[in-house]
């Protein structure tokens, strides 16, 4: 009679249990999806209304049409797809090359370039010594400010590097009997056995480039060379000094519709990339 008694409990604390955590997820869910409805609701609507409103009362395309049509906004979202493109690209090409490298245990020296690396994730030389560099590398005022310093990534490193000693010695050792260097062996056996890796350090780096705000604030002062980040905070800021109501409610559309813009993309990816992601994220949690 105990064991049944403490069988029932166990099954009525599970079932508590979870209609909790169903509850919590659903109460989540809610919290974020009425912000986006009310971002995306005003990014269609032109009259200018506060409050919460799931339905635009004056649709119009306009903010969208600005956006890619105005050369004010425009340039700062070529900007932003340019470096999250040649972003991406760059830091995975660092991080795999650097976790292919520190993979060999040939390499002399392993273990020390190893801690090596770790201690620069851990300590960092600070804003002012980094901006002096980057100053005295002529690389203020340009795009590399931006693109080289999160390319050199020491943890999405250690990840990749983390996967490829997943992969069976066997297959490292075949190569090799059957004549490979080191470059072949990376290129037809290392990176088509590291798709979720990729997908999931890829987006990673995508993301961080995407959203990148500060670097362009402390090493880039020409507005050209700005992302859309940038301009989404002067359009927040802007809108503080405006009195009219009809260009108020322009103006709140417009921004309304970057947020929309800014968010877009990984919405679109992340779905695709999933699976891949999962797979990534785990990547050296189980080893044999």
Known sequence: MREVFSLRNGHAGRSIFRICNVFFMFLLLVLMLVPLAKVISDSFDRSTIYGLNFWPKNPSIEAYKSIFTNPNLR????????????????????????????????????????????????????????????????????????????????????????????????????????????????????????????????????????????????????????????????????????NDPAIIGFANMVKNAGVVVAMLPFFVIYPFAQRYFIAGVTMGSVKE
């Not at 690209?89 to 370039?113: C, I, P």
């Not at 959203?211 to 905070?233: A, G, H, P, W």
């Open 75 to 242: 340039q700062p979202l070529l900007v932003s797809i340019v470096t999250t493109v040649c972003g991406t690209a760059l830091g995975l090409t660092m991080a795999t090359l650097g976790a292919y490298v520190l993979r060999q245990k040939k390499l002399v020296g392993r273990g020390f370039f190893a801690k090596f690396i770790f201690v620069t994730m851990v300590f960092n030389g600070g804003l002012v010594p980094t901006f002096l560099v980057l100053k005295g590398l002529h690389m203020t005022n340009t795009l590399w400010a931006v693109l080289l310093p999160p390319s050199v990534n020491v943890f999405n490193m250690i990840l990749m590097r983390s996967f490829f000693e997943q992969i069976p010695e066997s297959l490292f050792e075949s190569a090799e009997i059957d004549g490979a260097t080191p470059p072949q062996v990376f290129w037809s056996i290392v990176l088509p056995l590291s798709t979720a890796a990729l997908a999931s350090i890829g987006l990673f780096f995508a993301v961080e480039y995407w959203n990148e705000f500060f670097r362009y604030v402390m090493y880039i002062s020409k507005t050209d060379y700005y992302n859309f980040q940038i301009k989404l905070r002067d359009l927040i800021l802007s809108e503080q000094n405006i």
